[in-house]
């Protein structure tokens, strides 16, 4: 892939969206039947699978804590999630992504009311297509949902980029990779209203004007994302309660 000579023409991007549009999100529930609660999501060309696990008992024992339970995120890409093969197995950006991934779920899982447990969350990216993280927060959140974790809210993740000098939500490969700057966010999502920023990396350059409309847009696709998460889930609990 060789850097465009221009990211938007006539006020479409190279994949025909406008600025301020999303790509195409599909989201299944209950996708695998061994974890307690799991979800499989599309966003735009990526593909990512969450699997939940928990709260369950810590094991080496000298990781419980008394007070409260402990929350494991393991984000991995596929060897033949991206075009070269990747190597298999952790490396310094999927322990990254892990890590700040954690810390948003440590914001809004209610992790008192399961001392000396675990909560064990894993994400695998099938297709990687630039937003993998922000997918896997996506899908992640609707499996704890699945797995009736409780939560003080649900996460919703989306990026924005910065392309030939303007804001686009939802970046996808190219913008990501040769645009100016890159934010990904994750909101905490509470009674149907953005309450909190969970988490927040940037990479390039940006004012502070373009980061306040940065947050703006990225809140406006957030509670698009947020509509399809809870569609998904309704519609999960809508199908158990029909076959019952
Ligand atoms: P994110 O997927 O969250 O945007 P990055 O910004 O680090 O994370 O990566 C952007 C994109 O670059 C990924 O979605 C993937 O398509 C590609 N990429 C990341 N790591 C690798 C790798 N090891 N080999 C090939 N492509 C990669």
Redo the contacts with the bound molecule.
């Keep these: 892939m060789s850097r465009p000579e221009k990211f938007i023409i006539d006020g479409k991007r190279l994949d025909g969206r406008t600025p301020d549009q999303l790509r195409p999100i599909k989201i299944e529930v209950d996708y695998l039947k061994r974890a307690d609660g799991s979800c499989y999501l599309e966003m735009g060309k990526?593909r990512v699978v969450a699997a939940v696990y928990g709260p369950r008992e810590v094991h080496p024992r000298h990781l419980q804590d008394p007070t409260k339970a402990i929350i494991r995120y393991r984000y991995n890409?596929a060897p033949f999630s991206?075009?070269?093969r990747?190597r298999p197995g952790p490396d310094r950006?999927s322990i990254e992504?892990s890590k700040v991934s954690k810390e948003a779920f440590e914001a809004v899982i209610m992790k008192e009311l399961f001392p000396r447990s675990a909560i064990d969350i894993f994400v695998e990216v099938l297709q990687?297509?630039?937003?993998?993280?922000?997918a896997c927060i996506n899908a992640a959140s609707v499996a704890l949902v699945d797995a009736g974790i409780p939560m003080k809210g649900i996460l919703t993740s989306v990026?924005v980029a910065k392309v030939d000098g303007v804001l686009v939500l939802d970046p996808m490969?190219e913008e990501?990779?040769y645009g100016e700057a890159?934010i990904?966010f994750a909101f905490l999502i509470r009674g149907g209203k953005i309450e909190s920023i969970a988490l927040l990396q940037m990479d390039g350059k940006m004012t502070k004007e373009e980061i306040k409309e940065a947050i703006n847009l990225a809140k406006k696709g957030a509670m698009e994302i947020y509509q399809m998460q809870r569609e998904a889930i309704m519609k999960k609990f809508i199908e158990e309660g029909e076959n019952e």
Excluded: F, L, Y
């Design positions: 990526n890409m991206v075009e070269e990747k950006r992504i990687a297509d630039a937003g993998s993280r922000t990026a490969k990501d990779n890159d990904p």
